[in-house]
Nanobody, 117 residues
Framework: QVQLVESGGGLVQAGGSLRLSCAAS????????VGWYRQTPGKQRELVAW???????NYADSVKGRFTISRDNAKNTLDLQMDRLKPEDTAVYYC???????????WGQGTQVTVSS
């Protein structure tokens, strides 16, 4: 059974930093497609950052240069370092993993990030 559990969300002032972490079980972050999405009320879930199975990273234009995605293969975790946060980064952030063999996608329960101005 695949489980993705996010942690690290919270309230921070604009310009501050947060680090999100996603603990994975039942799926290896090192060999599958993994990433972070976010969603605000009334809007579609949007891609924030992604690491391919080959290690290539991809970022939304709105977070390039401020966010860094990384994975710890030994711990089987996926992290998102968020710096210079802006109020518009406020959202529920979701960890996601896609099985590289069958494309089945899994989601965590989400963690709230709130950036005050």
């Amino acid at each position: 059974q695949v489980q993705l559990v996010e942690s690290g969300g919270g309230l921070v002032q604009a310009g501050g930093s947060l680090r999100l972490s996603c603990a994975a079980s039942g799926i290896w972050v090192s060999i599958n497609e993994v990433g972070w999405y976010r969603q605000t009320p009334g809007k579609q879930r949007e891609l924030v950052a992604w690491i391919s199975s080959g290690g290539k990273t991809n970022y939304a234009d709105s977070v390039k240069g401020r966010f860094t995605i990384s994975r710890d293969n030994a711990k089987n975790t996926l992290d998102l370092q968020m710096d210079r946060l802006k109020p518009e980064d406020t959202a529920v952030y979701y960890c996601t993993a896609q099985n590289a063999l069958n494309s089945r996608t899994y989601w965590g329960q989400g963690t709230q990030v709130t950036v005050s101005s």
